[in-house]
């Protein structure tokens, strides 16, 4: 579970903290507890329901230190795993890339199952991205909104690598769309013989799509085809 909230990155001036409590709102389960004030602007941790049954449970938002709380955008995104999801519409498919992943010339890559590439991983970060501060600190306005992620890529690949057997996540997604690129650049003459844009273009027009023909905030312009772009 993870909380994002709109300060500069790196330069947080509140800290908040994200909590799970009990169905009563009476036992607290498990809380970030990560100092934010002077650091970034995200909270985030792990929680797994301790029964071997469904259980309730509830999301709640503390106020810890800092600046006073203002009318800025708080944004809670979940990641279903196992057997903990949280039904809140408030916390499913909210935008959640942030980092190198959400530069605006980066290729931003979603996960797809390699067996079932109409299904997007469930932890793989939705968009789109928003930009709210430049980079010397001031705020945007208005925010900049970029289409993020770009594209999808297979995960859950096999591998020779112990412990990654098989490699699963946006980190395995990622690399299997880089190899697709290289090929490509390979194939027409080496590194430097496609500009970014060329790039960009000929994955947006071979990919496999998994929604419509239209950009979507889970795969982008759809799952990368090595084959239709090469």
């Known amino acids: 579970v993870e909380l994002h909230w709109d300060e500069w990155w790196g330069a947080a001036a509140t800290d ?8 009563t709102n009476t036992v607290l ?3 970030s507890n990560q100092g934010n004030v002077g650091g ?7 929680f797994q329901n301790p029964a071997s049954v469904a259980q309730n ?7 810890i230190a800092g600046a ?3 009318d800025r955008q708080l944004l809670v995104a979940s990641y279903p795993n196992g057997n903990v999801r949280f039904t809140d519409p408030a916390t499913l498919n909210q935008p959640s890339i942030y980092g190198h992943s959400g530069a605006e010339l980066a290729f931003s ?4 199952p390699q067996a079932s590439v109409g299904t997007v991983e469930s932890f793989s970060s939705r968009g789109p991205k928003r930009l709210a ?3 010397s600190g001031i705020r945007l306005e208005p925010t900049r909104v970029f289409a993020k992620p770009d594209f999808a890529a297979a995960d859950q690949v096999a591998t020779s690598v112990p412990g990654f057997i098989p490699f699963s996540g946006t980190s395995a997604a990622a690399p299997n769309a880089a190899a697709v690129a290289g090929l490509m650049l390979d194939a027409v003459g080496g590194p430097g013989s496609l500009t970014r844009s060329d790039l960009y273009s000929l994955l947006s027009a071979t990919t496999t799509d998994t929604e419509d023909a239209a950009w979507n905030s889970r795969t982008g312009w ?3 085809n090595a084959v239709g772009a090469g």
């Open 68 to 70: 006073a709380p203002t």
């Open 133 to 135: 501060f430049s980079n």
């Open 29 to 31: 389960q498990a809380a």
């Open 16 to 23: 908040f903290n994200l909590e799970v409590w009990d169905a």
């Open 57 to 63: 449970f509830n999301l709640r938002i503390r106020y």
């Open 40 to 46: 970034f602007s995200i909270d985030t941790f792990f």
């Open 222 to 224: 759809g799952v990368i």
């Open 109 to 112: 890559i979603a996960a797809v």
